[in-house]
């Protein structure tokens, strides 16, 4: 019987500080009519405070996440972060977060796929389930997004928070788990969606910061369409691919970035709202770590075999869709 990984536990946090749209409104020339019907977000969360790092959101993630499935630290074989905010170049912010939970068994490493990057890391993590090479793999998705955001830049201030999530995978022989995974990258979108500087082609100077250029650039109409085609066209093929109907699927678990490019994906699967998990309108664009604290938001109500589709869209362009059967009730965790 083949193995496949199976997600056993999943734990979400976010910090305290509610930045709404009613407070925009005093920092940008914006308004909570425009924000709200044009993306769907009420408010987001903030990280505040000196040396407050995205490793401060997956330690909490995690640590919450042993502590729901009674998972002994020193087990856990691997830890994979995705994040495009990491405390620092080096080490990995998936380090740093090992050491603070006293994962002292597991090597760990980040991975860099914009609001992707929780698929590239799951689909990543369950073959090595699959192989037989690990039993314990924890998968992170987190971001400090007001760390690289334009507060002075309307189109993007408004979008994004901070907040993340970890899931547990284990290997099962129940068909369960993740079952099919398609993922995408498209370099040419770099010319619509990137940060400038920091990087080895342009490294930090005092022009660059003058310049604004370690903030988030979006232009926003060619990324909406490429966001609107591609994540509609990702989950729809790979339900085709996997003989399901709208009738299978139990939920969409979809990036949350814009209200408007949910819809889209949810009509294009033939799912109705009522299937479609969102959390948009509290926690904006966390990134990496919007699927994984939807799954947190709405773990009461998802029962095991149940069918979810997770998709997402973001910077590079990346994108992709995951296929996957839930593991457990939630009476069990």
Request: a negative charge.
């Amino acid at each position: 019987m083949k193995k496949r990984a199976v997600i056993t536990g999943v734990h979400g946090w976010v910090p305290d500080y509610v930045l709404d749209n009613k407070e925009l409104e005093t920092m940008v020339d914006t308004n909570d009519e425009w924000i709200t019907s044009r993306t769907g977000i009420k408010e987001r969360r903030i990280l505040k405070g000196e040396n407050q790092g995205t490793s401060v959101i997956g330690t909490a993630a995690v640590k919450g996440l042993l502590e729901k499935t009674n998972t002994n630290p020193e087990d856990i074989d691997l830890i994979i972060c995705a994040t495009v905010t990491p405390d620092m170049l080096f080490p990995a912010t998936a380090n740093i977060i090992a050491h603070n939970v006293g994962a002292k068994n597991c090597y760990s490493f980040d991975i860099s796929a914009a609001c992707s990057g929780f698929l590239y890391a799951l689909t990543m993590g369950s073959q090595f389930i699959e192989t037989g090479a690990h039993k314990k793999v924890i998968i992170i998705g987190a971001d400090k997004m007001s760390s690289i955001v334009n507060y002075q830049d309307r189109t993007t201030c408004i979008i994004f928070g901070d907040g993340g999530g970890a899931v547990l995978l284990e290997p099962t022989e129940e068909p369960l788990g993740v079952m099919d995974s398609m993922l995408h990258t498209d370099g040419s979108g770099a010319d619509y969606l990137r940060i400038e500087a920091g990087g080895s082609k342009k490294p930090a100077s005092i022009a660059s910061v003058t310049a604004r250029e370690h903030f988030v650039f979006q232009e926003g109409s060619t990324v909406f369409k490429f966001a609107v085609t591609n994540m509609a066209e990702v989950s729809a093929e790979i339900m085709k691919k996997n003989n399901l109907t709208a009738d299978d699927i139990a939920w969409l678990v979809p990036h949350q970035a814009n209200k408007r490019i949910i819809d889209a994906t949810s009509k294009r699967m033939g799912i109705g709202s009522e299937k479609v998990m969102l959390n948009i309108e509290k926690y904006g664009n966390t990134t990496a770590g919007t699927l994984p604290l939807c799954l947190w938001d709405y773990e009461s109500k998802l029962r095991k075999g149940d069918n979810l589709i997770l998709a997402a869209f973001g910077g590079g362009f990346t994108w992709g869709a995951v296929y996957l059967k839930w593991g457990y009730d939630p009476k069990s965790v």
